[in-house]
């Protein structure tokens, strides 16, 4: 009996160090996503992409040179209070802490700007967040990577000229900006602002409330205005709000360009037929042609892993967009083993990384993601790394993608960002990096 008591206790004990063992090579990087409320289309999309990643990477390649990634969902609802308890709840598990962390909401990531500085956990906004954070002298730890909300409009003012003939057509056109009231809707007014007064259009900003299901007020507003063309800035059940209100006041569709969060499939459907000839950003495709989103499907799919319930989600825009920032996330921790070793990370470690990234033609097509995504360069000066926008219509089926990548107007844009970025350092008694002494 003792023996045996013995025996029992000795492979208990062998496990626990077993386990702790394994526990310890594992990288940990936040779910904090909302799969709940008026906004649960896109949160859960892009966080059962990231995590649908991850899973294919552990599969398939054991991890990251070895190192198991991990995760934990955490709800937000979109609510930056929640965001911010999410963040803390989550930015010591693991064995190094959090490697970096998505918010998924622009206010989310206001509010974590100063607490993950001072925690030395990266931010990435992926095609979101502060604008301005692109300046990494003044924003060490806040990647706004990919584009931002200011060189994307600036791509969308370049579409619009484009469909009017050529940018002199501008002149005299009359937009309205449609906006979330939110800090993420509000964070283009002043890029459109300056776009108006270089090109000569007259730009009218309309608020929708939050969630933005109540639009008649807004929409006797734009048919009074009679615009020639109206951008949405909209998230969540705004989407097919707005363009159900514009065929009931007769406003052409093909004049309404959305944003890259009003451009996903569960933004068009619930319109029915209204949505039909709609344009919207986008900075990434959907599909599950590519070969990274083959082996989503065969490593985790057709294996009962998958993290979206309804399969028929896999490959939309909101799904491949999340993948974009596992493939992003993961390839930030591969650059920085490179330079710490094979091995969990921490966040400053992790940190560097990102600021390091290069994601050329060579290593999308390493990693099947050829026009998954634009090709992304990093630096301490260039937290965004890329700026271009493809735009894409509905044609009431799917979307069609209707242009190259445009690229941004970074004589617009540039200026703008280290303006803003030196105020925010003279407000906060911030001394920017020397971006010269940074390896």
């Excluded at 918010?103 to 095609?127: F, H, Q, R, W």
């Excluded at 998230?235 to 709000?241: E, I, K, L, S």
């Excluded at 499907?297 to 294996?303: A, G, R």
Aim: aromatic content about 10%.
């Amino acid at each position: 009996m003792k023996c045996t008591t013995l025996a029992v206790a000795v492979a208990a004990l062998a496990a626990v160090f077993s386990g702790g063992a394994q526990a310890q090579n594992e990288q940990f990087i936040p779910a904090n996503f909302y799969w709940v409320g008026p906004y649960a289309p896109g949160g859960s999309g892009f966080g059962g992409g990231m995590i649908d990643y991850f899973a294919m990477l552990n599969d398939r390649d054991g991890g990251i040179n070895g190192v198991k990634l991990t995760w934990e969902k955490c709800e937000t609802e979109y609510n930056n209070a929640r965001g911010v308890e999410c963040y803390e709840r989550s930015k010591k598990k693991g064995p190094t802490g959090a490697a970096l962390v998505h918010p998924l909401s622009t206010g989310i990531t206001y509010s974590l700007i100063e607490k993950a500085t001072a925690d030395k956990i990266p931010v990435i906004s992926l095609g979101y967040g502060r604008t301005d954070a692109a300046d990494g002298r003044v924003f060490p730890y806040i990647f706004p990577l990919i584009t931002t909300y200011w060189s994307q409009n600036t791509a969308k003012i370049k579409f619009i000229g484009m469909k009017e003939g050529g940018m002199d057509k501008l002149k005299g056109k009359k937009i309205v900006n449609l906006y979330h009231d939110s800090a993420y809707g509000k964070e283009t007014i002043p890029v459109l602002d300056v776009q108006a007064k270089k090109y000569g259009f007259q730009i009218t900003h309309i608020a929708v409330p939050h969630p933005g299901n109540e639009q008649q007020a807004q929409w006797l507003q734009i048919r009074q205005i009679n615009p020639d063309w109206v951008i949405l800035r909209g998230w969540g059940v705004m989407n097919p709000t707005a363009l159900k209100a514009a065929a009931r006041a007769g406003f052409k569709r093909e004049k309404v360009l959305g944003v890259w969060w009003s451009g996903a499939e569960e933004d068009v459907i619930p319109a029915g037929d209204a949505a039909k000839g709609y344009y919207a950003a986008a900075f990434n495709m959907p599909g599950t042609t590519f070969p990274a989103m083959q082996d989503i499907v065969k490593h985790v799919y057709n294996k009962g892993k998958g993290d979206l319930d309804d399969k028929s989600r896999v490959g939309s825009i909101y799904h491949t967009r999340g993948v974009v920032a596992g493939i992003i996330s993961a390839e930030a921790i591969r650059t920085a083993q490179g330079k710490y070793g094979k091995k969990p990370l921490t966040g400053e470690q992790v940190r560097w990384g990102i600021e390091n990234l290069k994601i050329d033609e060579k290593r999308l097509k390493e990693l099947g993601a050829i026009g998954l995504m634009q090709p992304l360069k990093v630096s301490c000066m260039d937290h965004e790394g890329g700026g271009a926008v493809k735009f894409i219509q509905w044609d009431g089926k799917a979307w069609k993608v209707v242009s190259d990548w445009i690229p941004s107007d970074q004589s617009i844009v540039r200026p703008m960002i280290e303006q803003s970025a030196a105020q925010y350092a003279k407000e906060k008694s911030i001394t920017p990096r020397d971006c010269s002494k940074e390896s």
